[in-house]
């Protein structure tokens, strides 16, 4: 009955992955959970922000193992996986003493980020079989989901800050978002699963048809493309990544009032949204690579007028900088599976995603080894350029079918 409801209502795929999505951005809105966190947990702001890139970076490792699977057994099950490492984290984080803090990233940046890992493949994958002429589309809606989640995780902190249950704080906040990820995510999870396939159509017998693309991971790999995307990956992260952080003081020093600091983060999650929503739509028209290019340079044009931006500007700038990173991050499925194919999509787009983990750590890393403050707006700018000229070098793929595909 199911697998007939999903088939007449596809539509139910995107609702039920939107639905989860949207409590899972949690790097979209670290901004407004790092403050809390350090009071509660007595971890310093350089501590804080290696447990943010931790969570990052196990995202990326997460992608590939939910990936492996997903395609052995399906987005379901992963969906499932990544439904109890994700409100494991939640609860963990929780129930974590405070004199522990140090323990922080083991108790809920590793959950965490694996667990919205083994979710975001597992969801996008299975959306893009049923919308296979519209990959853009698909992958438009579910990401958006994910850019509004960091405006409704800015909204629940705060008002859980507040105080609107027995448990107040930043505690507080976690309990109440385990309890509400565990029914949605089980019941977006299970809805998860891939079409039936396409029954033979006669007019197409005894016709030839070009191979399609169906690279392994191995294959993959060994591909010049692959070495080519997942360094634009690594290289679209500083331009918002290296500010997340640190968002809220950096607007406090640049004269936003403490009140309307928060709105950084919500505006950037309402641009993050936009560009998950329309950019990938725009990849259908104008091809992917076009459209990465042209966010690149966004990005790049950006992160220079981030150096001088003073109040409300700032709030405008990171929102446009959120948009171009989360539209290249929501492009990259049907990047992946255009250039390399969808049978084992879940687990290329991981290989993929390891870009993300990798620049998540080494350029807040190389920031704090180098002392740089105004120097990372240096490493954003050079960073999406080098981003735009990996993508400019990225060629279609062959059909590979023999063991070494060129």
């Known amino acids: 009955m199911r697998e007939n409801f999903a088939a007449r209502h596809p539509w139910a795929i995107l609702a039920a992955g939107a639905a989860i999505q949207v409590l899972t951005g949690i790097p979209a809105a670290w901004g407004v959970f790092q403050p809390p966190v350090m009071e509660e947990f007595r ?12 969570l990052i970076a196990a995202y990326a490792v997460g992608c590939v193992l939910g990936g492996f699977l997903q395609d052995k057994k399906g987005a379901r099950c992963a969906a499932f996986w990544g439904t109890g490492l994700l409100c494991g984290g939640f609860f963990a984080a929780a129930a974590l003493p405070s004199e522990r803090g140090g323990w922080f990233w083991l108790a809920f940046s590793l959950p965490a980020g694996l667990g919205s890992a083994f979710l975001y493949p597992a969801i996008q994958t299975c959306a893009q079989k049923w919308y296979q002429g519209r990959k853009g589309l698909a992958t438009g809606v579910i990401g958006g989901a994910v850019g509004l989640s960091g405006a409704f995780l800015t909204l629940f902190v705060r008002a859980a800050l507040q105080g609107f249950g027995p448990v107040q704080g930043i505690r507080g906040a976690f ?4 309890a509400l990820t565990l029914p949605v995510c089980l019941l977006g999870s299970a809805l998860l699963e891939d079409p039936p396939p396409e029954p033979a159509r006669p007019c197409d017998q005894g016709k030839k048809s070009a191979p399609a693309l169906d690279y392994t991971p191995a294959q993959m790999l060994r591909t010049r493309q692959y070495w080519l995307c997942t360094a634009a990956v690594c290289l679209s992260t500083p331009a918002v990544l290296l500010f ?8 406090a020093e640049r004269g936003m009032s403490e009140a309307a600091a928060p709105w ?10 936009a560009g998950r929503l329309l950019m990938p739509m725009l990849s259908d028209r104008i091809g992917r690579r076009n459209t990465d290019l042209l966010l690149f340079a966004g990005s790049a044009a950006l992160s220079g007028a981030f150096v001088f ?3 409300w500007a700032v709030a405008a700038v990171y929102a446009g ?9 929501a492009v990259l499925p049907a990047f992946s599976t255009d250039l390399f194919g969808m049978p084992h999509a879940g687990v290329n787009f991981g ?9 998540s750590l080494l350029f807040p890393f190389l920031a704090n080894l180098l002392g740089l403050s105004a120097g990372r707006h240096v490493l954003a700018i050079l960073a999406a350029a080098g981003g735009f000229l990996a993508v400019w070098l990225v060629r279609p793929t062959q059909a590979a079918k023999g063991p070494k595909p060129n």
Not at 351 to 359: P, T, V, W
């Open 43 to 54: 971890l310093s702001e350089e501590a804080a922000g290696y447990d943010f890139g931790l």
């Open 175 to 178: 309990w109440a978002l385990g």
């Open 321 to 329: 900088l959120t948009f171009c990173y989360s539209a290249l991050a």
């Open 309 to 311: 931006a003073r109040g």
């Open 351 to 359: 290989f993929l995603a390891l870009g993300q983990g990798a620049g």
């Open 244 to 251: 997340s952080p640190i968002l809220l003081r950096l607007a």
């Open 264 to 273: 950084c983060v919500v505006l950037g999650s309402v641009g993050s949204a």
